[in-house]
């Protein structure tokens, strides 16, 4: 496909944009090296715009380390977080797994209970637990199986269940009451050793689910007071005024690296400035020579295209005077015309004067015209 010569410059613009972009960054990376190089050395050269640098550099990376102290806090809290909410999850399933073990044990007591297998001190204390209601769920039940009426025996039924759940929580409630007060060596019934350690298994997971989660909420508490803004908040405002910085550190090192190449005597050598020094001045030669090249072609095509402009003028311009010539030619050509018509006019009019009389002269003047 071929391109007109506006289309070529367009290009080439793109072309020295990305060259000059490339450029800047080879200017950046010789400020930096140099700086590296020649730090805590003596160097007479661009002082000021080393120092600028180099003060420039030092602010973007207090920063950097503030910043990432700061992240590494409000990860921390995230984690801490996260944990705290996983160990919540677990605490509350160990609680509902604490009432089913209690309610198992509390079940196995009231059947002791209810068979007299407890001794004097232990019936004692469950008696206030246990004692109206099982009372009034054997007087239920009575009722219920010498009701002879459906409707009645459902009611009794329906009466009964909720008995039943109100013992649910009397076994919890006798189960704590047995292990709060140290009482199970006084029980003497099937399987106790197995329900004692299966509570005692989970009252120690919970525990240990409770101590990780104290220590999660004073993890946080203690993380946000080095703040005090919020983290997070914190954390996005340095995130900018880095950005702005970091602008600003490079722009120092890109205009002491142009400091540089054009301050450097030719006769600087590596030991002064570092090997990759001087093969990054090089590079800036090399491409500061293609920038300089391809505006020399911008610079010929848009001659070109002034070229043609002026050609296309001076064809229409020669045009108009082809058009103008013609003109000429007809004007010369009515001139003689009008001029054989007036010497025709002369020449009646000198015959008019020789003639003696007008009445012998009859003319159609219109005549002289043609």
């Known amino acids: 496909m071929a391109y007109s010569s506006s289309e070529k410059i367009k290009l080439i613009e793109k072309e020295i944009a990305l060259e000059k972009k490339r450029l800047d960054d080879v200017y950046k990376c010789l400020g930096e090296n140099v700086a590296f190089f020649v730090k805590n050395k003596s160097f007479s050269y661009c002082v000021k ?15 950097l380390k503030t910043k990432n102290n700061l992240k590494s806090r409000v990860e921390e809290i995230k984690d801490c977080k996260t944990d705290l909410f996983k160990l919540k999850e677990a605490l509350l399933g160990k609680e509902k797994e604490e009432s089913q073990e209690l309610s198992k044990f509390g079940a196995a007591i009231y059947e002791a209970y209810t068979n007299n297998q407890l001794n004097e001190n232990l019936s004692n204390k ?11 769920m054997e007087s239920v039940a009575n009722k219920r199986d010498s009701s002879s009426i459906i409707l ?8 009964l269940n ?9 076994f919890i409630e006798s189960a704590k009451i047995i292990l709060d007060e140290k009482l199970e060596d006084q029980l003497s019934m099937k399987n106790k050793d197995k329900y004692l350690i299966d509570i005692y298994d989970i009252f120690n997971k919970k525990k240990s689910l409770e101590k990780n989660i104290k220590k999660c909420n004073e993890k946080i508490e203690e993380l946000k007071k080095e703040d005090k803004d919020v983290p997070a908040q914190r954390l996005e405002d340095i995130q900018h005024d880095l950005k702005s910085l970091n602008d600003v550190q490079i722009n120092a ?6 400091e540089l190449y054009n301050n450097l005597p030719n006769e600087i ?25 391809l505006e020399e072609n911008i610079v010929k095509l848009n001659n070109e295209i002034f070229i043609s402009e002026l050609s296309a003028q001076i064809a229409h311009e020669r045009s108009k005077i082809k058009q103008l010539e013609q003109q000429i030619d007809n004007c010369h050509s009515q001139i003689d015309k009008i001029s054989g018509i007036i010497n025709k006019k ?25």
């Open 269 to 293: 050598n590596s030991n002064e400035i570092g090997n990759k020094s001087i093969s990054l001045i090089d590079e800036i030669t090399f491409k500061l020579a293609k920038i300089e090249s």
């Open 49 to 63: 715009e080393l120092s600028d640098y180099e003060i420039s550099r030092n602010k973007y990376f207090k920063l």
């Open 152 to 159: 009645f025996s459902a009611y009794h039924n329906k009466k």
């Open 126 to 136: 469950l008696n206030t637990v246990f004692d109206k209601v099982h009372l009034k």
């Open 253 to 258: 090192a890109i205009h002491l690296g142009k």
């Open 162 to 170: 909720k008995l039943q759940n109100v013992l649910f929580k009397l």
């Open 346 to 370: 002369r020449d009646k009019i000198i015959e008019l004067k020789k003639s003696g009389t007008y009445e012998t002269s009859k003319i159609n003047i219109k005549t002289l015209d043609e």
